[in-house]
């Protein structure tokens, strides 16, 4: 695994990360916070809830203030601590920088990154960032704090202004994963932004295991599957010939839309399906990810979701 690290940063830097963490945090208002809730309760800084108290239970947690007004007892329940340690992937493949001229999976993936940092900046939670193309790029091990908090959005600030040719044209996604699975220390989260299109898969199965192997090691995998619906999965393109070159082999074909729309959108469909089933198979949070509609709109409707699901 290559390790980056950053020796200096200008001024203009320092500034063009400022704007990305107001961004950030302007477009988590109103967000719900409990991106990782904790299912068991114990004592720990963070309150929960009240609930009645059952006779028989230790009286340590009793909320005296409460008896002293409600002339009754009640408990005071805790999030525990959970001390979560998350790893945002990012894939830094030529294809993730599609539709070309703007980069839109590209900067959907970063600035939902930035949000979600927040959120964990928000509950003391760990966070660190990688990258990978053809090789696993360690930005960011996990930490926490404001010093932290600075290089991440540094970090993802340059990332923002990078191009497809900075990083290596095709990926290896499955790799990727094998080796997180085994490196990453026990019960961490991972969290995915890809296309999951990667040059030389030969079927469903092959990413299958590799997210099954993430799940075996007991982690916790957040799939973004980031991204461009109405060309890359409708296929929906004007009618009249078109050139297409895949950005990450180089091929080039010719052919008007109309002729192979159908056929295309069947096949787009079988793979989304088949990627929702072996998610939900392994208990792996698929958040499908249409980089067009935005990031604000896309985070949350997942943490609705999630939300719901922790009540």
């Known amino acids: 695994m290559a390790n980056i690290e950053v020796d200096s940063w200008t001024p203009a830097d320092f500034e063009s990360a400022g704007v990305l963490d107001l961004l950030a945090r302007q477009s988590v208002e109103g967000f719900i916070t409990g991106l990782h809730a904790s299912p068991d309760h114990g004592f720990s800084v963070e309150f929960a809830e009240h609930r009645l108290y059952n006779t028989g239970e ?6 005296w203030k409460l008896l002293a007004r409600t002339d009754k007892l009640f408990t005071k329940r805790y999030e ?7 790893h945002f ?3 830094a493949s030529a294809s993730m920088f599609y539709p070309e001229g703007t980069g839109r999976k590209w900067e959907f993936s970063i600035r939902a990154i930035a949000a979600l940092v927040h959120l964990l900046e928000k509950q003391r939670d760990a966070y660190g960032l990688l990258l990978f193309d053809k090789e696993l ?6 930490s926490m704090g404001k010093s932290h908090h600075h290089r991440m959005m540094l970090h993802l600030q340059k990332a923002l202004r990078s191009k497809a040719e900075d990083y290596g044209s095709q990926t290896k996604l499955l790799s990727a994963l094998h080796e997180l699975a085994e490196t990453m220390p026990p019960r961490s989260m991972l969290v995915l932004f890809s296309d999951c299109f990667e040059t030389g898969l030969n079927s469903m199965d092959e990413l299958a295991a590799a997210l099954q192997h993430l ?3 007991k982690h916790e995998v957040l799939l973004f599957h980031t991204v461009d619906e109405a060309t890359e999965l409708a ?14 082999s ?4 010719r052919l008007n839309p109309a002729e192979y729309r159908e056929a295309y959108r069947d096949q787009a469909l079988k793979f989304r399906e088949s990627l929702r089933l072996r998610c939900g198979q392994f208990g792996i949070d698929l958040i499908e990810a249409d980089c067009a509609i935005g990031h604000v709109k896309v985070l949350e409707a997942f943490l609705r979701r999630r939300s719901r699901r922790n009540l």
């Not at 230790?58 to 909320?63: A, F, G, L, P």
């Open 58 to 63: 230790s009286t340590r947690h009793i909320d």
């Open 80 to 86: 525990e601590e959970t001390n979560l340690r998350a």
């Open 89 to 91: 992937l990012l894939d």
């Open 137 to 142: 790029r360690r930005i960011l091990r996990p």
């Open 215 to 217: 799940r075996y090691k």
């Open 235 to 248: 296929f929906d393109w004007p009618n009249r010939p078109y050139t297409l070159v895949d950005p990450e």
């Open 250 to 253: 180089g091929r080039q074909l």
